[in-house]
């Protein structure tokens, strides 16, 4: 084991009934135990994000909001970034574009990944994560997690991650393992 990586566990959802938190509570544990990371929560709640209101975008020029530029230096900590997201009609939620839109340096030539939430387990929302990642030079991995159809039903049903088997823990390893590679390799890359 090499360097140490800073992970970003990203918080997407910020209403007060939120579903994010069951999933970070079950996820977190598994990401943290994983050797050679070091896992921050970064919870858009917190993060409290005015609504985009920049006069040049963030790609331009640094950004002028006191809490945006506080979101952009939490970003370039990271080595890679892993979002808990649910699915607000068929896309990412409001508030992550917001995040996504309020920085730039931070985003850029790192690797992101997803544990989605929903109906369809948020795939559709992934796709679109996917495609606003590549904006930023990120690198968005294979491996992903969907808590979708009858695992999202039973776990909304008071169900916990415990009872479901040990399927969702396997597609968890898959994305962590995606994660750690591209993290490592472009840390590398970036050092040369
Ligand atoms: C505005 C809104 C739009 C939604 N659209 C979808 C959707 O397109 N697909 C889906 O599977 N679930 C959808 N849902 C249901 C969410 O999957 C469910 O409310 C989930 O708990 C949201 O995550 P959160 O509780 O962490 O905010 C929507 C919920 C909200 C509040």
């Given at each position: 084991m090499s360097e140490t990586l800073k992970i970003g566990l990203i918080v997407s959802s910020t209403r007060q009934e939120r579903f994010a938190d069951k999933v970070l509570a079950w996820f977190a544990p598994i990401a943290a135990a994983q050797p050679g990371w070091e896992i921050e929560v970064l919870d858009l709640r917190e993060a409290a994000l005015p609504f985009f209101d920049e006069p040049v975008p963030p790609a331009a020029k640094p950004v002028t909001a006191p809490a945006a530029q506080a979101w952009g230096e939490k970003l370039e900590a990271m080595d890679g970034f892993i979002v808990l997201t649910a699915e607000y009609n068929h896309s990412i939620t409001a508030v992550l574009k917001n995040a996504f839109d309020y920085a730039f340096e931070g985003w850029k030539r790192k690797p992101i990944g997803t544990v989605g939430y929903g109906g369809v387990g948020a795939a559709r929302a992934v796709e679109h994560l996917r495609m606003i990642a590549i904006n930023f030079g990120m690198v968005p991995v294979a491996g992903g997690v969907n808590i979708g159809g009858g695992d999202f039903g039973a776990l909304m049903g008071g169900?916990?991650?415990?009872?479901?088997?040990?399927h969702l823990e396997k597609s968890a390893e898959g994305l962590i393992a995606d994660i750690d590679w591209w993290a490592r390799a472009i840390k590398a890359a970036k050092a040369a």
């Open positions: 169900k916990s991650f415990a009872d479901l088997g040990p």
